[in-house]
């Protein structure tokens, strides 16, 4: 899992951000931290293709630039947001992983197998950042203010406290605050990450192992693939396709997400 693909030296910043198309301020200011991430979510496919091939994943730095930088592809939450994080270190915004539990649909309260990042601004103000969610997350960074709802361009969302859970993020669905994810402030190395990402890889009642996700952001809304069903969300309708064979389903990874596949 740890074999290095490129030289470190290779990893550049101006390549990430050829990649997700960013062109503006490189400060540290909160403006800027939210126009990067914004970039990344229209850019970088959320996506468990390499689970479902079978192809072992990496934490490491210079194999996640390799897949998602060079070879243009996409990958799930560890993966993004770990080489989310490296980008915003090199840039120079201090930042603090977070392990965090995935609400969304569940009856009950699951295992942390879910990862967002604490960054600081030029200001001194901490914000959460997460690029690593297939659905709809917050588009910019949010700070943890109780109660305080940010409206944003795909949803409504706030912040609640509970004495087990911690920090909570709550959506607006069907008309209702739901939860989505939450997380503590307990301080993870990059290494914490590696036994929860083997079980999303590995484990039969992992949700990565038993269907395909792939999901980007466009101007119009959402593409999606959930198992073999392709999805093209616009504002006012969805359309629905499923590919007829392997190679009608590489050739529609390919152009509505940029993916093509070595497998």
Same mark, same amino acid.
Request: glycine content about 6%; aromatic content about 12%; charged content about 25%.
């Given at each position: 899992?740890d074999?290095?693909?490129?030289d470190p030296a290779?990893?550049?910043?101006?390549g990430?951000?050829?990649?997700?198309?960013?062109? $503006?301020?490189?400060?540290?200011s909160?403006k800027?931290?939210?126009a990067?991430q914004?970039a990344?979510?229209?850019?970088?496919?959320?996506e468990?293709?390499?689970?479902?091939?079978?192809?072992?994943?990496?934490?490491?730095?210079p194999d996640?630039?390799?897949?998602i930088?060079?070879?243009r592809r996409?990958?799930?939450?560890?993966?993004?947001?770990?080489?989310?994080r !490296?980008?915003l270190?090199?840039l $120079?915004?201090?930042?603090t992983n977070y392990?965090?539990r995935?609400l969304?649909?569940?009856?009950g309260i699951?295992m942390?197998r879910?990862?967002v990042?604490k960054v600081e601004?030029?200001?001194?103000?901490?914000?959460?950042?997460?690029?690593?969610?297939? $659905?709809?997350?917050?588009? !910019?960074?949010?700070?943890?203010?109780?109660?305080?709802?940010?409206h944003?361009d795909?949803g409504s969302?706030r912040?609640?406290?509970?004495?087990?859970?911690? *920090?909570?993020l709550?959506?607006?669905?069907?008309?209702? *605050?739901?939860?989505?994810?939450s997380?503590?402030?307990?301080?993870?190395?990059?290494?914490d990450?590696?036994?929860?990402?083997? !079980?999303?890889?590995?484990s039969p009642?992992?949700p990565?192992?038993?269907?395909?996700?792939?999901?980007?952001?466009?101007?119009?809304?959402r593409?999606?693939v959930?198992?073999?069903?392709f999805?093209?969300?616009?504002?006012?309708d969805?359309?629905?396709?499923?590919p007829?064979n392997?190679?009608d389903?590489?050739?529609?990874?390919?152009?509505?997400f940029?993916?093509?596949?070595?497998?």
């Amino acid at each position: 899992m740890d074999k290095k693909i490129i030289d470190p030296a290779q990893c550049t910043v101006e390549g990430y951000l050829e990649r997700i198309g960013y062109e $503006g301020h490189l400060d540290n200011s909160y403006k800027t931290l939210a126009a990067i991430q914004e970039a990344h979510l229209k850019a970088v496919p959320y996506e468990n293709l390499d689970i479902r091939y079978g192809i072992p994943l990496s934490l490491v730095i210079p194999d996640l630039y390799h897949k998602i930088v060079i070879k243009r592809r996409g990958g799930y939450c560890f993966e993004l947001n770990a080489l989310f994080r !490296w980008l915003l270190l090199e840039l $120079g915004f201090p930042v603090t992983n977070y392990m965090a539990r995935f609400l969304r649909d569940e009856a009950g309260i699951p295992m942390r197998r879910h990862q967002v990042l604490k960054v600081e601004t030029e200001d001194g103000a901490s914000y959460i950042c997460d690029v690593g969610v297939g $659905g709809n997350i917050p588009t !910019w960074p949010y700070p943890l203010v109780l109660d305080e709802v940010y409206h944003q361009d795909n949803g409504s969302y706030r912040i609640q406290k509970d004495d087990f859970l911690g *920090w909570v993020l709550e959506e607006i669905r069907h008309g209702q *605050w739901s939860q989505l994810y939450s997380f503590t402030e307990e301080l993870q190395l990059p290494i914490d990450f590696i036994m929860p990402s083997f !079980w999303c890889e590995y484990s039969p009642d992992s949700p990565f192992t038993q269907r395909t996700m792939v999901s980007l952001r466009t101007p119009e809304g959402r593409v999606t693939v959930a198992d073999e069903e392709f999805r093209i969300y616009t504002e006012d309708d969805v359309k629905t396709f499923v590919p007829k064979n392997d190679e009608d389903f590489r050739c529609s990874l390919d152009k509505y997400f940029g993916i093509v596949l070595d497998t």
